[in-house]
């Protein structure tokens, strides 16, 4: 991967004690990039710092902690969760705080992990849009999407891409150091946590990046 010239720390990942986020930074880290692990409650990762990784607190639905975290970073990467807010309320939000926090913090690249039932089937028809889809899973996922309309409608300054990886994360295979990019149409059915790490890491800058678009990934 290209990289580009970092100013302090190379990458800021939120959300870096979940799964996925542990998996980027520990691609990062692998590729000699320097990382700030931005996560609500530290005392609940002591086992995340390490060696050219800091850990921050951060609330992402808060623009003023979201610049706090981002500023002096080369690039962002978004793998938020929490199961203590409704989707269609935390993504909207976190989103929004994203946005206005990195653009305070000169942070313009912002890599963003989605998830695979807000790809489409048909032109213009998610996953989520068949009626035989489970409306509980189908309001998550709508969270989701609202998120990726902020994205589309957010001010050009803001270089993000949607990272979407298939409905099937195997988080226990190794990775294989390889995967498929395509649009915003389902690909596959299947990918390793650690080769989505591996997409994820390649979006962050080099000819492997695109922008202000949302790509599947897959096996």
Known sequence: MDRTPATTTDLVVFGAGGQVGRAVVAEA????LT???AVRSPERHPDL??????VVPCDVTDPAAVA??????????STVYTPDVPSGEFYPAATRALIAGLARAGVHRL???GIATTLETAPGVAVHD????????????????AALD??????????????TPPLDLDRTAPGTGHYRVGGPQLLGERIAQADLAT???DQLAGPAARHREQIAVAE
């Open 29 to 32: 880290r692998r590729r000699g």
């Open 35 to 37: 990382v700030t692990a």
């Open 49 to 54: 710092a390490g060696p050219g990784i800091t």
């Open 68 to 77: 706090t975290a981002a500023r002096g970073h080369a690039a962002a990467v």
């Open 111 to 113: 890599v963003h992990v």
């Open 130 to 145: 068949d009626p035989a889809f489970p409306e509980a899973h189908r309001a998550f996922s709508l969270g989701h999407a």
């Open 150 to 163: 902020l994205l589309r409608d957010s001010p050009t300054t803001l270089d993000w891409v949607a990272v």
């Open 199 to 201: 997409a994820v890491t």
